[in-house]
């Protein structure tokens, strides 16, 4: 008499997993909308840089002689996020670029049980890069969770960087929450079922509320010679388009200045969608710092 309820309560709990799983994977396949290239170009270079006994991987291009940019990339995402980028001449004659593979992605690897969107420790590798260069000044454009982890950096490493760009990123650690799907993938039914690379993304993002919240205390109590802008799509579906206001309101007093430009029609993937703007706002940046 009980084996029929019991199946259709087990189908029906098959048929929940199955539609998170499915639902899981559109987002990773979302998440990365960029074209990666079947050749790399030629102008394109890659090192390492040490911190403590882990290496951080980077892609470079461009005048070793002019301003640094930097691009921290989302989570899941390599180096090859901002790939067009490092490949533009334009850019190339104007900047020295630098595009990372955030530890626990690409080839920055360590174990994968450490990976859990620490921005202490994603914050000493990439300023490991930056210690690289010594005497450049940097631009951080970070896309997602690299917007989140970008003025971390900038905390760190006051004397190296002295703009933000900060595309579609969690900033108030309020809205920085997970997702019912993150919630779900966490799960050991559902993560027992999903790829790796949505298992360390997820722990990112369970992660990043408690990061958030350790980073704006610090940003609270700083006084960085920094000029932020903050990009943001208002139909993003991911991040919340409230968090431009937090960061004009809640930060005025961390930065030098403070710019928002609010998109009525984009979502979450600026960097791609929004490449013209991007370029130019960087350019804004520096300029602004008055640097060739």
């Known amino acids: 008499m009980l084996k029929y309820p ?49 290496k951080i991987h980077y892609a470079y291009s461009g005048n070793l002689e002019k301003p640094g940019v930097l691009f921290i990339h989302g989570t899941p995402g390599g180096w090859q996020a901002f790939e067009s980028y490092l490949e533009s001449r334009r850019l190339q004659h104007d ?5 990372v593979d955030r530890i626990g992605w690409g080839q920055s690897l360590v174990d994968p049980k450490s990976i859990n969107g620490d921005f202490e420790l994603q914050s000493q590798a990439i300023k490991a890069v930056l210690d690289q260069y010594p005497e450049k000044k940097w631009t951080l454009l970070g896309h997602s969770l690299g917007a989140s982890i970008a003025p971390k950096v900038a905390l760190m490493a006051p004397n190296s960087v002295d703009s933000l760009l900060l595309l579609a990123g969690s900033l108030s650690p309020k809205l920085g929450k997970p997702r019912w799907y993150n919630w779900a ?51 993003d579906k991911l991040v919340s388009p409230k968090n431009p206001a937090y960061a004009a309101k809640e930060w005025q007093s961390s930065f030098t200045s403070i710019e928002l430009i609010e998109l009525a029609d984009e979502g979450h993937f600026l960097p791609w969608r929004q490449a013209p703007l991007v370029v130019q706002s960087i350019y804004k940046l520096r300029a602004a710092r008055k640097q060739p």
């Open 6 to 54: 019991i199946n259709k309560t087990w189908a029906a709990l098959t048929s929940v997993i199955a539609i998170v799983v499915i639902l899981i994977a559109n987002i990773e396949v979302f998440a990365q909308p960029y074209q990666r290239s079947d050749e790399l170009d030629s102008s394109i270079g890659f090192k390492f840089a040490q911190v403590d006994d882990k």
């Open 95 to 99: 900047f020295f670029m630098v595009s």
């Open 185 to 235: 993938a966490s799960t050991w039914v559902v993560s027992s079922l999903i790829g790796n690379t949505m298992k360390y993304s997820n722990r990112e993002i369970m992660g990043l509320r408690k990061q958030l919240k350790l980073m704006d205390a610090e940003l609270k109590e700083a006084r960085l010679n920094v000029d932020l802008l903050v990009m943001q799509g208002k139909k």
